[in-house]
Structure formats: structure tokens, C-alpha cells
């Protein structure tokens, strides 16, 4: 079974746009379980123009699910998740003014960096799991860290995709057999959608989770958010 972790960023961004509670990101988090979401993911950025830190935990309190926290493990960061203690945390490279996350991590480089984190989440009982590119060296790497997973950085293949399913996806497929190798579990993200879904999901069955955000709420703007989950759900069966 792959999982679906709705990405909730769009919502907090709507919210903060006005300054008010609307729309509540509890109550939006609460229907996509209800409508069949397997799990809510937050991202919060240094300029908390998305998620604030300040909802990590109530949302943590609220998810009946599995809770996932990406983001750059600066110490505010870490602090933070360590507090909150969610399911899952996903390392991300992200640089502070980052308009979106657009590459994995090079773990040879920041091999030692990404080692301390993850011994601190780790020890917590925080399941981590590392942003990376399709590449044989860094998802060794991530596993010699001590990462549980990988998620995979699914920009490049939704890309392509649209001209050459096959060829957008052979990279992930050949580094999911390098993943399973090391023993890691394999998440994966950005910029799926409802036409690239159901081809990766074929093609990578090992899938454990997708996060999917952009897309999903922009569906929702036509379909409405009970039906655009199930038609995600759909696309993963
Ligand atoms: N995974 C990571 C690490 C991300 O940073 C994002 C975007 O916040 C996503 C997945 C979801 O990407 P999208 O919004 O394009 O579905």
C-alpha cells in the first residue's frame, strides 16, 4: 500500500494571506483524513509564509493519521520537531528564501551534518526520512547516515513525463532497487498529480508514501476536496 500524505502548505498560505483563521488548517486537516487522506504534511519555512511553527502541535494533536514535518534542520527547526515529535520528519535542503524545494541532499557532502540530525530525531522515536535525487552514491549515503527512508524528488520525472512516461521514470525506478538494497523505505514528491500519479505508482510498487500538495489543493479549487482525495486515492490502487 502507498499512503497519501496531503501536503497542507496552499491552506496555511490562503490563511495567512489575511491574517485570520480561515480556512482553518485543523479543521481542513481533519477533513482530508476524513475523506480518506493517510497522512498530513507540513512544511514550515524560516518566514513561516506557509505552515507556523505554532501549528505543529495542534495539528499533531489532532492527526489521526501519520503526521509528517519536512523542512531544513537548522537548531529552531530541530528544537521544534523534537518537541513536537511527529510520525515522521523529512530533511529538506531548502535554502531560507526558497520559492519551493527543487533538489534532494548531498549526503557524501553533508554526510556528518545529516548523521547528527538524524541520531537526534532518531533517538526521539521520530521516524526520518531524507529528500533526495534518483543517484545510486547519495541514496548509499543516506542509508549509512542512518536515514529510515528516502523520498524521492519527483520533480524531474512530473516534468517529463508528459512527453516520455517511460524515460521521465527510469532513474527512480533503477535507485528503487538501490533503496531497497540499503534496507530503506521509499517516500516520494513534488509536483505529482492526477495524470502523473497512477504511471509512477506502476512503475515504483514499492512506493511506502506520497506527498502531494500543490496540485491537490489547486483540484480541489474544481472537484472539491472529498472528491479530489478520492481521485488521488484512486490514482494509487
Ligand atoms: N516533498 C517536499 C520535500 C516538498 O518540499 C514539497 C513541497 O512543499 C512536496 C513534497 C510537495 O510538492 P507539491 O506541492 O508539488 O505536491
Not at 493517510?38 to 519555512?45: A, D, E, K, L
Not at 494533536?61 to 528544537?79: A, S
Not at 531560507?96 to 548523521?115: E, I, M, R, V, Y
Request: with cysteine; hydrophobic share 35%; aromatic share 8%.
Amino acid at each position: 500500500m502507498t499512503r497519501l500524505s496531503v501536503n497542507l502548505n496552499k491552506i496555511a498560505l490562503i490563511r495567512n494571506s489575511r491574517g485570520a483563521n480561515y480556512p482553518d488548517l485543523l479543521k481542513v486537516a481533519q477533513d482530508c483524513e476524513r475523506f480518506g487522506a493517510q497522512g498530513i504534511t507540513v512544511h514550515p519555512r524560516p518566514d513561516e509564509r506557509h505552515c507556523k511553527f505554532s501549528d505543529l502541535q495542534p495539528l499533531k494533536e489532532l492527526c489521526t493519521t501519520e503526521f509528517n514535518i519536512e523542512g531544513y534542520p537548522d537548531e529552531h527547526f530541530m528544537q521544534k520537531v523534537l518537541a513536537v515529535q511527529p510520525h515522521q520528519c523529512t530533511l529538506v535542503p531548502d535554502a531560507p528564501n526558497q520559492l519551493t524545494s527543487d533538489h534532494g541532499w548531498d549526503t557524501l557532502h553533508h554526510f556528518a551534518f545529516l548523521q547528527d540530525k538524524i541520531a537526534r530525531l532518531k533517538d526521539a522515536g521520530i521516524r526520518v526520512s531524507l529528500f533526495i535525487d534518483p543517484n545510486d552514491a547519495l541514496i548509499e549515503k543516506a542509508a549509512e547516515a542512518g536515514a529510515d527512508r528516502i523520498e524521492f524528488y519527483t520533480g524531474p520525472y512530473a516534468h517529463h513525463y508528459p512527453k516520455n512516461p517511460e524515460e521521465a521514470v527510469s532513474a527512480l525506478r533503477a535507485s528503487c532497487h538501490t533503496a531497497i538494497r540499503c534496507g530503506l523505505g521509499i517516500n516520494a514528491g513534488h509536483d505529482l498529480n492526477l495524470e502523473n500519479l497512477r504511471f509512477l505508482k506502476e512503475q515504483l510498487p514499492q512506493l511506502d508514501e506520497v506527498s502531494i500538495g500543490h496540485a491537490l489543493i489547486c483540484d480541489a479549487i474544481y472537484l472539491g476536496l472529498e472528491n479530489t482525495i478520492r481521485l488521488y486515492l484512486n490514482r494509487l490502487q
